[in-house]
């Protein structure tokens, strides 16, 4: 047997050793500890080994409450249920109580009769009505959210119409809230369409119109899409009272995009310099042209500035504009400032608006379902003017849209993108910088998680 060594010399070795071998050591720990599949470890402080511990037993008796007693407090407890619905167009008062679990002669009858709760099933669908019951089905509070009746406030506020059972009998209030705003990141790519992507992206509708209409100027997205063009965007959620509204499918404003088409990027952020916000690429300059380049949100180009078989003459000639398909009633608006200078119906352009832009450019919208304006009357950029139909000599419903220059039919694409672009002065682009600084790092968390792999 050797001579022993202390404790304190076995320590004072170890801890040279361990310095001299740091790094083979801390690799013995990450290769022992990879075998088992951890990512992470920890070291637990040192402690004395619990079976070593004095142990104790309390015994204690526990008498349980009577079972009928516990059974007689339940039943005097006064249940409320809450349930939610969207309204639809065919509803009346009966039909969304009864999908409401609603089961309350009286809550039906004041709907029908009270001037505002009247309002809950009146108009268009898509309200949000959110019901509280008793356990018999009996009314207690109805509350439905709407879009704000002021259409000037309809991205920044909602209805809230309240109805509340009052003793024997109802009372109805309404009033007009703020909506809150949540940031959600999006990205994808490109495989056949953009619809197609932001649909795998999980994103809305309403955010692909908004992309698409945000680079027109600089996108053919009916032409000149590839596959693997990639897109990130950061957008506004709207929410009432904590709940996603379904109009416009909850979404508000797109705060900042990219989007990849062919290897070129393309950048805009929403910046308000003080006067008329718009989007902005990062060197300042507008990404709204003087002319838009399409006359409707994202739509479908059935017949191009080209030659064309004329589908009810059946000859071939030149196409002098361009035709938008979309259902009737679809929105049209102007793409420029200017006066109208004509309003009515001519012909085979059926109901048709013309708009005088000076210096020899005008714009003309035919086979109009209806008219929104009148002959000389001011209107700005992107302004609703009518709506798609089929009048004069038209074959189904669209649009049909001109850009004149001194009376002769030009592209309206290359006129958009030729079109003049303002430029932020110095002091603007400073404040567009740090707002675009924030927004890029948004952007790039969103192109992150979608290169993620999925372990799921």
């Given amino acids: 047997m050797g001579p022993s060594i202390s404790p304190e010399r076995l320590i004072s070795q170890a801890q040279a050793f361990a310095g001299r071998h740091r790094r083979s050591i801390i690799a013995s720990v990450v290769v022992a500890l990879g075998g088992f599949g951890i990512t992470a470890f920890g070291i637990a402080p040192l402690a004395p080994d619990a079976s070593l511990l004095p142990q104790r037993l309390i015994t204690e008796d526990v008498t349980p409450e009577d079972v009928q007693a516990q059974a007689d407090a339940l039943a005097d407890l006064a249940l409320q249920l809450d349930r939610t619905e969207i309204t639809r167009g065919t509803d009346t008062p009966q039909s969304l109580l009864a999908r409401l679990g609603v089961t309350d002669d009286a809550a039906a009858r004041f709907l029908r009769n009270d001037t505002l709760a009247r309002k809950v099933v009146g108009g268009r669908g898509g309200k949000m009505v959110q019901a509280r019951t008793s356990d018999s089905g009996e009314l207690a509070r109805l509350v439905v959210r709407y879009p704000a009746e002021n259409p000037e406030q309809s991205r920044t506020h909602f209805t809230r119409l309240t109805i509340e059972r009052s003793g024997s009998g109802f009372t109805s209030r309404l009033e007009t809230a703020a909506l809150a705003v949540q940031t959600r990141l999006g990205s994808g790519t490109i495989q056949s369409s953009l619809f197609a992507a932001t649909d795998a992206a999980m994103l809305p509708d309403a955010v692909a119109i908004q992309i698409a209409d945000i680079f027109s100027a600089e996108i053919d997205f009916h032409r000149e899409l590839r596959k693997g063009d990639t897109f990130s965007v950061v957008y506004e959620a ?25 290897g070129q990027s393309y950048q805009a952020v929403w910046f308000n310099p003080g006067s008329k916000g718009g989007y902005y690429d990062l060197a300042g300059r507008s990404l709204r042209r003087s002319f838009l380049a399409s006359p409707m949100e994202f739509s479908r180009v059935t017949s191009g500035f080209a030659m064309r078989l004329h589908p009810i003459q059946k000859t071939w000639r030149a196409h002098k504009g361009v035709d938008y398909g979309a259902p009737t009633g679809t929105p049209v608006r102007t793409v420029a400032d200017g006066v109208v200078d004509i309003a009515g119906r001519q012909n085979g352009y059926g109901n048709v608006i013309q708009i005088q832009h000076g210096n020899g450019r005008a ?25 798609v139909g089929a009048t004069g000599w038209a074959t189904g419903p669209h649009l049909h849209f001109e850009f004149k220059l001194n009376g002769m039919q030009q592209d309206p694409l290359r006129v958009a993108r030729s079109a003049e672009q303002v430029t932020l002065d110095a002091a603007a682009r400073t404040r567009l910088a740090q707002l675009a600084q924030g927004l890029r790092s948004q952007l790039q968390l969103a192109e992150a998680r979608a290169a993620r792999p999925s372990f799921e």
Avoid at 241 to 248: L, R
Avoid at 251 to 259: D, I, K, N, P, S
Avoid at 363 to 387: F, P
């Fill in 238 to 262: 709207l929410t009432a009272d904590g709940e996603v509204v379904p109009w416009n499918e909850g979404v508000g404003r797109v705060l900042a995009t990219e989007f990849v088409n062919r």
């Fill in 363 to 387: 714009t003309l919208y035919a086979h109009l379902s209806r008219i929104d304006v009148k002959k000389g009357q001011r209107v700005e950029q992107g302004q609703r003017i009518g709506a």
